[in-house]
Nanobody, 126 residues
Framework: QVHLVESGGGLVQAGASLRLSCAASGGNLDNYRLGWFRRAPGREREFVSM????????NYAASVKGRASITRDMFKNTVDLEMNSLKPEDTAVYYCAAGLRYSSSGYWLSDAYETWGQGTQVTVSS
């Protein structure tokens, strides 16, 4: 069973950059895709980005494409999400998630992920 712990959230001004990190432990990560989701106040949880651990394939939501970069460190077993040009609408609790890569659910769906971190708050002030 994979265990996830996020870090790196905080309060930043619009236009700034922020790097979130997710430390993964347990399980064979080659079998997983690691995703980032977020939930803004009053809104549904939404997909942000995903990386497939074994080959590094990535995907991004349209709302962050071009402003976000997801990477993995195969020695530290971490997945980082760097976001640039942050906007107030990026304010949310950000969650790291792990799901088996051969899941029948699409990578953009919460159902594709079995394990979730506790979340880290990102607040972008205007």
């Amino acid at each position: 069973q994979v265990h996830l712990v996020e870090s790196g959230g905080g309060l930043v001004q619009a236009g700034a950059s922020l790097r979130l990190s997710c430390a993964a432990s347990g399980g064979n990560l080659d079998n997983y895709r690691l995703g980032w989701f977020r939930r803004a106040p009053g809104r549904e949880r939404e997909f942000v980005s995903m990386i497939r651990w074994y080959d590094g394939d990535t995907n991004y939501a349209a709302s962050v494409k071009g402003r976000a970069s997801i990477t993995r460190d195969m020695f530290k077993n971490t997945v980082d999400l760097e976001m640039n040009s942050l906007k107030p609408e990026d304010t949310a609790v950000y969650y790291c998630a792990a799901g088996l890569r051969y899941s029948s659910s699409g990578y953009w769906l919460s159902d594709a992920y079995e394990t979730w971190g506790q979340g880290t708050q990102v607040t972008v002030s205007s």
